[in-house]
């Protein structure tokens, strides 16, 4: 379908037949939803079709692009080296534009390959394809890293080195127990390629809204645990979810087993290459003495999107006050997404987006607005219902304080999980063996 643009004009005459979406009505509890824009382009998927695994080196240049169908190789069929030696394993999120528009309980979600009327632009971003470790090959400048490395100075999780060779093994595992402010120093150590000269990061709440949109447009589903199909609809449409994901461990027996560090090695969907999948992962009998086997989801190339370890994301800040001071949980984010203010002092340098749900629970309704966050409106849903996934927020406090955000949901808290849950429970000090983070890039 070529565009179609006027003379003289730059933005499409029809613009109707270059975006597609879906319709959320917020008094209906069903995840599944309705699909609307141009029906074509919910079977090509034009945005989505474009994310794609490669390796990007630390000047922020995409070295190669990975197999479509096989990450162990380039797009020419040669091995890929993707223990770091090479580049960065990232995927490629394209620049695309993105509207929402509410009418009473309704919300539209739209997206386009082309500017339209009313959309605003997402830049182009790349995200870690796998949860990311650190690389301590330079002690004092240690890198986080998205890589398929088992080697020690890759070593993940609390990087107990005595668990090598043993069931409990951190090599190739991603990296825990580092909190908020380290991990992003150590993607800043990266260097200074990209926007404002602080294009590396550790995971971006933009990333990871972006990765949330176009699943739920593409899967035309909120509950992103829903059970994973790979056979499309009689229109050619997706279906159905990820699955339960990395999310069904017991808690008692994964701390007696490796303390809550990480299990699954990073890697493990590398042969999905860019496609959408599970891939089954066995637990050491030592777990619990039977053979438990994990699914290991990866949306087009983003291995673990939700579930295993939570994730800090940077550039979003949850003020807390007490009841005394107003009792209001405020979401700030970094104005215009600009990484230089990225800081955990106070919310010098970003932007009040709303106030957020007092209490923990299933979220019903997303902050939302212009720019979509799915930040905690209101909670009263269930893990099957209305936006499905779970959110922590904190008790009532005696002051005001800030609070950083991590997603997903970790290797035990199975339904609650999902791509929209999180924790805004702790301050961005706090660390523990079951939280993580990925590798991102912003570039110029």
């Keep these: 379908m070529g565009l179609i643009i006027g003379i003289g004009n730059t933005k499409p005459t029809f613009p109707y037949d270059y975006y597609y979406g879906v319709k959320i009505n917020t008094n ?45 190789k380039t797009d020419t069929g040669a091995t890929a080296d993707l223990t770091g030696a090479s580049g960065m394993v990232m995927v490629e999120i394209p620049e695309h534009y993105r509207k929402f528009e509410f009418d009473g309980t309704s919300i539209l ?15 182009k971003v790349y995200r870690s394809a796998y949860e990311a470790t650190v690389d301590r090959t330079t002690a004092s400048t240690p890198k986080l890293a998205s890589v398929v490395n088992t080697t020690a100075n890759f070593r993940g999780g609390s990087n107990t080195s005595s668990w090598d060779n043993t069931y409990r093994s951190l090599l190739g595992k991603p990296a825990t127990g580092i909190n908020l402010t380290n991990f992003r ?65 017991n808690g008692q027996r994964w701390n007696k ?39 290991v989801p990866s949306y087009r190339g983003i291995e673990n999107p939700f579930g295993h370890v939570w994730i800090w994301t940077d550039g979003i800040h949850v003020s807390v006050q ?17 990484p230089a203010n990225f800081q955990d002092n106070d919310n010098n340098g970003y932007i009040q987006r709303g106030e957020l749900a007092h209490t923990s629970g299933n979220v019903k309704q997303v902050l939302c607005g212009e720019y979509g966050d799915n930040m905690p409106l209101a909670v009263g849903g269930s893990t099957t219902t209305y936006f499905s996934d779970y959110v922590s927020m904190p008790t009532k406090l005696y002051g005001t304080s800030l609070r950083g955000v991590y997603w997903g949901g970790s290797g035990y808290d199975g339904s609650n999980s999902g791509l929209s849950s999180i924790s805004a429970f702790a301050m961005p000090s706090f660390l523990y063996a079951a939280i993580g983070t990925r590798l991102c890039f912003i570039p110029e």
Aim: aromatic share 8%.
């Design 322 to 338: 007490s009841e005394a001071d107003g009792e209001k949980f405020l979401m700030y984010r970094a104005t215009d997404d600009n």
């Design 185 to 249: 120093a150590y993607a800043r150590n990266r260097g200074a390629a990209g926007l404002n000269g602080a294009g590396w990061n550790c995971d971006l709440y933009e990333a990871q809204l972006n990765t949330y949109w176009l699943f739920v447009i593409e899967y035309a589903q909120l509950n992103s645990q829903a059970a994973f199909t790979a056979e499309l609809t009689s229109e050619g449409y997706r279906q159905g979810g990820l699955g339960a994901g990395v999310t069904t461990l």
């Design 109 to 123: 979600a739209l997206v386009s390959e082309v500017p339209l009327p009313g959309f605003h632009k997402v830049r």
């Design 257 to 295: 087993f490796n303390e809550n560090n990480p299990v699954v090695s990073c890697g493990t969907t590398s042969k999905l290459g860019n496609r959408t999948g599970i891939v089954p992962y066995t637990m050491p009998t030592e777990y619990d003495n039977r053979q438990t086997v994990v699914s």
């Design 28 to 72: 209906v509890a069903d995840t599944t939803l309705e699909r609307v824009g141009r029906p074509e382009l919910h079977a090509s998927l034009p945005v989505q079709s474009r994310m794609r695994r490669c390796l990007l080196n630390d000047n922020g240049e995409v070295v190669t692009y990975l197999h479509p169908t096989d990450s162990t």
